[in-house]
């Protein structure tokens, strides 16, 4: 692909987000997994302010995850270097990418803050920034959380090739190649440079967020953790199964550390835990539970695509789709009966159930029967791969993943 690489591609929901923001007077938290674009989207909120009038000299960015360790600067020396280039206050704007790594890095937020600056800063680690906000400047930031691209923002990265491939073929990269933005500006005819880019990406966040983060000794048991969630997206998962799994492979372990190690890879936002909820009570439910993967391009790169994880990898492209739009999403328990998915939100409320092929009659029935069983009348999907000829049953849509990516929410 040709004259995309360095640019900014436009991703206007954050863009909107940032903007609404500046009236805020809370301290702005951009966090998710590393290279899911939040450099860019701080980039573009930076060229925006100075297009709507804010002086250059009125906004201090500095990036660190691209500096070498030994230059990362202390907390006086951030502090200092801030100040040494603007009058720290009010209509000034201080950005700050990637500064976990620096020790009491919160207290120099807290003083630009309590200054009256508008800051922003972005960060990896979800426990990490979430804990020590929480700690510090409880009740006083906002948390927006960055995903990789949704197929519409896919498209518009793809959109120097549209012309040489139909959208059945792109909604296949996605699915394969994921979508985190640097990959999608990728030439998708460059397969083994893909792959080389998804495992660099894989271990940079891997090392750097979960093993040299926690100080992880087993790296064995780490590892296969990780490997045995990204083969199983989309199935019930038990945590005391899944220790007597590792056990059973020559990796003695315990439930709880089990636990503990698969919380350490959601921080580092690799996977994503979809909870039960149960129709009655709206309370979770203490049971197993499912986990996705933020980016399937990642998790395809590496265990590889097997004929039988077909259904997994659409579950997981819906599961981050709504998460993308809606935020929380979680598995919805009708008396015994799993519907895969609801968004159960202030301001929005839906059911979701996904199915590769509802071609069978059979199979069609056991898709919907779930949907059925809920009495309330909010919206129902039944997601498949394909187009089926029913659109509507009893006022369930049936609609295809492409089409529903596609459509307006």
């Not at 640097?182 to 495992?199: F, G, P, R, S």
């Not at 093993?211 to 087993?218: A, D, K, Q």
């Not at 935020?327 to 159960?344: A, C, L, R």
Request: net charge negative.
């Amino acid at each position: 692909m040709k004259g995309r690489t360095n640019a900014l591609i436009p991703r206007k929901k954050y863009q909107d987000i940032m903007m609404k923001s500046v009236d805020a007077h809370s301290i702005k938290v951009l966090v998710g997994m590393r290279r899911t674009g939040k450099s860019s989207i701080m980039q573009m909120f930076r060229y925006d302010l100075i297009r709507g009038g804010v002086k250059d000299n009125d906004i201090y960015y500095r990036r660190f995850d691209n500096e070498l360790e030994q230059e990362l600067p202390d907390l006086r020396g951030l502090i200092d270097d801030v100040k040494n280039k603007m009058d720290v206050g009010p209509n000034k704007f201080i950005m700050l990418d990637e500064m976990q790594d620096i020790e009491g890095w919160e207290r120099a937020v807290e003083s630009f803050y309590d200054a009256g600056a508008n800051v922003y800063i972005t960060g990896s680690n979800s426990n990490m920034l979430s804990s020590q906000l929480a700690t510090k400047l409880s009740g006083r930031y906002i948390e927006i959380e960055v995903y990789p691209l949704t197929f519409r923002e896919f498209l518009d990265f793809k959109m120097p090739v549209r012309d040489e491939y139909d959208t059945d073929q792109l909604l296949d990269m996605f699915l394969r190649t994921g979508s985190l933005p640097d990959v999608a500006l990728m030439d998708e005819k460059n397969e083994d440079l893909i792959q080389m880019m998804l495992t660099g990406i894989f271990n940079t966040v891997y090392v750097k967020d979960v093993i040299r983060r926690n100080s992880i000794r087993n790296e064995t048991l780490m590892g296969n953790m990780n490997r045995f969630l990204m083969k199983n997206i989309g199935d019930r998962t038990s945590i005391r199964a899944a220790s007597r799994y590792m056990t059973s492979f020559g990796n003695k372990t315990t439930p709880e550390t089990i636990d503990s190690y698969i919380s350490m890879l959601e921080a580092a936002m690799l996977f994503y835990r979809s909870k039960r909820i149960d129709s009655k009570t709206k309370e979770y439910l203490v049971t197993s539970e499912k986990f996705y993967c933020t980016d399937l391009g990642i998790r395809n790169t590496m265990v590889g695509i097997r004929p039988d994880d077909i259904d997994g990898l659409l579950e997981n492209a819906v599961y981050m789709e709504l998460r993308k739009r809606y935020g929380d999403v979680s598995t919805f328990d009708v008396e015994g009966k799993e519907v895969d998915f609801v968004v159960w939100t202030p301001l929005y409320k839906a059911y979701y159930q996904v199915s590769v092929d509802v071609s069978d009659l059979k199979t069609l029935k056991r898709e919907l029967d779930p949907l059925r069983a809920i009495e309330d009348n909010y919206p129902k999907y039944l997601i498949t791969m394909n187009r089926h000829v029913i659109k509507d049953a009893d006022g369930i849509q049936i609609i295809s993943l492409k089409d529903w990516l596609l459509d307006d929410y």
